[in-house]
């Protein structure tokens, strides 16, 4: 823990090698939640597809330094991450480089520790920054890997559908190896609950099992399906921006203080 309390930067990991589960989705607006308390927020965007930076609002053409160029180690976080229109939060942006980036570095020894080296030297230069987002790819691969490895703890997002538990245990058994191989300090952070729609009675079975497999690990809140938060991307906002009263908003503002919650459990234990 930092010297200063309050001064650390957490890096927390939004991973599930499901797709369309809602990650990114998650990444935005947590990051804008936390940015409008007040907490100096960084997204990394480390998906191809450039969701997230589309979703802030960075066009395609105005993303000079990406993370590409982060985990090339030819750009530094400081000198990648760029400003959004949310105050407090800002943005490393993805390209589809990164679907190069595998094979560039294959042979490369560290290759699992760029983002985790980049945001190591930042935070010991100029930690600009209170919480680190990094929204993943749907799979488990080598920008995965460096997102579990530069983390201190991951963050879940589970739909609310009959499989949900299924993919869980092999992201479980993921999260075991990288803690044994690259991060023994690697934790998880909770288990967000999306797309919940509560006319579904299948939903609700669904959210029972999650808790009763997952116990504690399973937030409180849980996030409604709701057509606001799907229509904001398009804008290149985060549904918070969008529309903040519409009830998945409000979802994710709730999520935020919940975590804001455990830090400060975890800073006092
Ligand atoms: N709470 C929600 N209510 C309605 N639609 C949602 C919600 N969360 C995500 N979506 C939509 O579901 C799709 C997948 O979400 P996304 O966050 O992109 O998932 P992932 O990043 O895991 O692939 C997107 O079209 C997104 O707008
Ligand atoms: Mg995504």
Do not use: W
């Not at 400003?83 to 294959?106: F, R």
């Not at 300090?185 to 959210?207: E, F, K, P, S, W």
């Not at 099992?209 to 398009?234: F, K, Q």
Request: proline content about 4%; some cysteine; glycine content about 6%.
């Amino acid at each position: 823990m930092d010297m200063v309390a309050g001064r650390s930067m957490r890096i927390i990991t939004i991973a599930n090698q499901k797709g369309g589960v809602g990650k990114t989705t998650t990444a935005i607006n947590l990051a804008t939640a936390l940015a409008a308390i007040g907490k100096r927020t960084l997204l990394v965007d480390l998906d191809p597809q450039g969701n997230a930076s589309t979703g802030l609002g960075i066009e395609k053409d105005d993303r000079e330094v990406s993370s590409y160029d982060v985990l090339m180690e030819t750009a530094s976080i400081t000198e990648a991450a760029m400003p959004t229109a949310v105050p407090n939060l800002s943005v490393i942006a993805s390209t589809l480089d990164l679907l190069g980036l595998e094979m560039e570095i294959a042979g490369a020894t560290g290759r699992a520790y760029r983002l985790r080296d980049a945001l190591h030297f930042h935070q010991v230069e100029t930690p600009l920054f209170d919480f680190v987002l990094v929204d993943c790819p749907p799979s488990l691969n080598l920008l995965t890997i460096n997102a579990m490895a530069a983390a201190d703890s991951i963050l879940v997002p589970l739909q609310c559908e009959f499989f949900a538990l299924e993919g869980l245990s092999q992201l479980l058994q993921t999260v075991e190896q990288v803690r044994d191989s690259l991060n023994p300090t690697l934790d998880l952070h909770g288990i967000v609950l999306t797309m919940y729609d509560g006319r579904n009675n299948l939903a609700a079975q669904v959210v029972r099992d999650v808790r009763s497999y997952m116990g504690e690990h399973v937030y409180d809140t849980i996030i409604p399906r709701n057509v606001r938060v799907s229509e904001a991307p398009s804008f290149g906002k985060p549904a918070i921006l969008y529309d903040m009263k519409c009830s998945g908003s409000q979802a994710y503002i709730r999520l935020a203080s919940e975590i804001i919650q455990r830090e400060r459990r975890l800073v006092a234990a």
